[in-house]
């Protein structure tokens, strides 16, 4: 007899059995881990492939620029590429903050960043980004108080004694600010509102200048971060007055703060930080926080801050976004609150 070959059905032939259906799934498991390990880790192995450049929206020797410089000697050293910094001055920071945002979100243009990005949204209308939508935080950096300062020949030796001698005579009082809309700006218009002085804003396009004019009389008095007044003060062409904040400065005991000075309310502190264009991958915004913590949190760079009245600030990302957006809110409240106007 011819031997019968078994009968096969057609679904026998293309259909699997349930044990080779477990294999396959598993091979085909693992293969797509790894194909996600690769698009997980791959681009943070490739990057930084070229330069980066750190935009800082102030004139250069200013205390932003003063931080980014450090920022960015540490980051070069730690990726192993060159992190330049680009000074884009003008409109009170906002000319150098709308070039990052609307930069490719690729990791390689980013911007150090400050406390104007919570002001703005309350006090500017024409802003071409939006700073809590157009940009992703990276890193806090660092954080002072301002500090009111008068000339070094200024005869005030206290807000007290500004304020008498001031209301005593009839000359033009002016203050300096960095530029519209900045912290200089806002707490410049809050004590005049508070004090009822008559003075007239005077803005630049950096704080070196304003400083600059404030040492030589032209000026009547500034609010300045530390960063960039504290060497004048050493060297007494400047007087510290006041200090922002709820409490004095640990490298200026005797300057007591506005509040305690019969100033109150005026609790803005000056904070910078990295930040990046919407849309730049997760990966590369985990890398660069995790460098840039390390860079400020060496004992040369801490130790640097410190001597100038400021101090290194440590967060996750979403920490520092909660920081921007809980000072914007408290400043449109306090818009709101005062009916604070922003006149150039």
Request: hydrophobic share 45%; aromatic share 6%; with cysteine.
């Amino acid at each position: 007899m011819i031997p019968v070959a078994p009968r096969l059905s057609i679904p026998s032939l293309i259909r699997p059995s349930a044990r080779d259906l477990g294999s396959h799934a598993a091979r085909l498991a693992c293969v797509v881990m790894l194909i996600l390990s690769f698009v997980e880790t791959g681009f943070a192995i490739d990057y930084p492939a070229r330069t980066i450049t750190l935009v800082v929206p102030f004139v250069a020797g200013g205390t932003l620029d003063t931080q980014a410089r450090l920022v960015a000697a540490g980051l070069s050293e730690r990726l192993g590429k060159q992190v330049i910094v680009e000074n884009r001055p003008g409109a009170g920071g906002s000319i150098g903050t709308g070039l990052v945002a609307r930069a490719s979100p690729e990791g390689y243009t980013l911007l150090m960043g400050a406390l104007y990005l919570a002001l703005e949204p309350a006090l500017r209308s024409n802003l071409d980004y939006d700073p809590l939508r157009d940009f992703v935080p990276v890193a806090l950096v660092a954080q002072s108080p301002f500090l009111l300062v008068v000339p070094g020949s200024s005869p005030a030796k206290t807000v007290g004694e500004f304020l008498a001698y001031s209301r005593a005579h009839s000359e033009v009082l002016s203050y300096g600010s960095p530029g519209a809309s900045t912290a200089g700006h806002v707490l410049g218009e809050l004590f005049k509102a508070r004090t009822r002085l008559d003075l007239v804003h005077v803005p630049y396009k950096g704080e070196i200048q304003a400083v600059t004019d404030t040492i030589g009389g032209r000026l009547s008095m500034m609010f300045v971060n530390t960063m960039a007044s504290m060497p004048h003060i050493r060297s007494g062409r400047l007087r510290a007055l006041g200090v922002t904040g709820a409490k004095r400065l640990a490298v200026l005991a005797d300057v007591p703060t506005l509040a305690e000075s019969g100033v109150p309310g005026l609790d803005l502190l000056f904070w910078s930080g990295v930040l990046a264009p919407a849309g730049t991958p997760a990966d590369v915004i985990h890398r660069l926080h995790d460098e840039i913590t390390v860079v400020i949190k060496s004992a040369a760079l801490i130790g640097a801050m410190e001597n100038l009245g400021a101090t290194v600030t440590l967060g996750t990302p979403a920490e520092f976004g909660q920081r921007i957006r809980a000072d914007s809110d408290a400043m449109i409240k306090l818009v709101k609150e005062t009916g604070l106007e922003m006149k150039e």
